[in-house]
């Protein structure tokens, strides 16, 4: 049996599942240390560094701790994905301020500061002894986005979703660069590609698609995404009348209950 330990508290979150049973953990921990696989052979002291850490685990098959990194600052985990041949995985989530991530010490360690309250980001890591990170995109504004679950696509990229407030850039100086706006809270969905070029991995923006708010109360979340045959599935909730494809006709939705401040859900499917 996998556990931790903590001066205060540590939120596991979403968990994915190689072929040969080992499994990824991402969440938070927040004011103290975090201690992964406590008297085991790998036990792991995670110090704090924002007031909410983000975390990313690997377990053995019997429970055991392989290892167990944060990334430091100030940020949360939101999904996780393992990709079909093993070789990598996927984290989405959100972060403030200045955050640093992949292992300590290690080739790839990337630093990204929000360019709002709070931006969203989706990181690939290989499926080494280490964790070690490929490459890391954040995407947002000047108000508060982040990232919800995540998933992989045929290709190897991957699909997340989440929720933006206002102007939010995806892809920023990337040949399919993307900014999608909303006056209320949107969901967005986007996919980024996972080639590596000339020994360099490479996770450029494919496309992101956005949510508007027709009426003054409407507001749009993305919880989770699926991939499957040629669609992208995304579940999430909404209030009020929401415009799920800004640039297409007949796509406004409004909530069952008008009037009432109760969400309704919502299930929303995009081409690969």
């Not at 407030?165 to 660069?177: C, P």
């Given at each position: 049996m996998a556990g931790t330990t903590s001066a205060y508290s540590v939120d596991g979150g979403p968990i994915a599942v190689a072929s040969d049973g080992t499994a990824f953990v991402t969440g938070a921990f927040w004011n103290g240390w975090a201690t992964f696989g406590p008297n085991e052979p790998r036990e792991t002291s995670l110090p704090p560094v924002g007031g909410t850490d983000h975390f990313i685990t690997k377990f053995a098959d019997d429970g055991s701790l392989i290892w167990a990194q944060s990334s430091r600052g100030h940020g949360w985990g939101g999904g996780i994905a393992v990709l079909p041949d093993d070789s990598g995985f996927y984290v989405s989530g959100g972060f403030s301020g200045e955050t640093s991530f992949g292992p300590v010490g290690r080739p790839g360690e990337q630093v990204r500061t929000?360019?709002?309250?709070?931006?969203?980001?989706?990181?690939?890591?290989?499926?080494?002894?280490?964790?070690?990170?490929?490459?890391?995109?954040?995407?947002?504004?000047?108000?508060?986005?982040?990232?919800?679950?995540?998933?992989?696509?045929?290709?190897?990229?991957?699909?997340?979703?989440?929720?933006?407030?206002?102007?939010?850039?995806?892809?920023?100086?990337?040949?399919?660069?993307?900014?999608?706006?909303?006056?209320?809270?949107?969901?967005?969905?986007?996919?980024?590609?996972?080639?590596?070029?000339?020994?360099?991995?490479?996770?450029?923006?494919?496309?992101?698609?956005?949510?508007?708010?027709?009426?003054?109360?409407?507001?749009?979340?993305?919880?989770?995404?699926?991939?499957?045959?040629?669609?992208?599935?995304?579940?999430?909730?909404?209030?009020?009348?929401?415009?799920?494809?800004?640039?297409?006709?007949?796509?406004?939705?409004?909530?069952?209950?008008?009037?009432?401040?109760?969400?309704?859900?919502?299930v929303a499917t995009y081409r690969q």
């Open positions: 929000a360019a709002g309250q709070t931006d969203a980001f989706v990181a690939r890591y290989e499926n080494d002894e280490y964790g070690s990170l490929e490459w890391v995109e954040t995407l947002g504004g000047v108000e508060g986005d982040a990232g919800a679950k995540c998933a992989t696509t045929p290709d190897g990229g991957v699909v997340l979703t989440g929720s933006f407030h206002g102007e939010a850039t995806f892809g920023a100086g990337d040949a399919q660069e993307t900014g999608l706006m909303s006056t209320g809270d949107g969901m967005f969905v986007a996919r980024y590609r996972s080639t590596i070029r000339d020994g360099t991995p490479d996770g450029e923006v494919c496309w992101a698609r956005g949510t508007e708010s027709v009426s003054a109360d409407g507001r749009a979340l993305g919880y989770s995404v699926g991939v499957g045959g040629n669609g992208m599935f995304v579940v999430g909730q909404f209030i009020g009348t929401i415009d799920f494809a800004p640039s297409a006709p007949l796509t406004s939705v409004s909530s069952c209950m008008a009037g009432n401040p109760s969400a309704d859900g919502f």
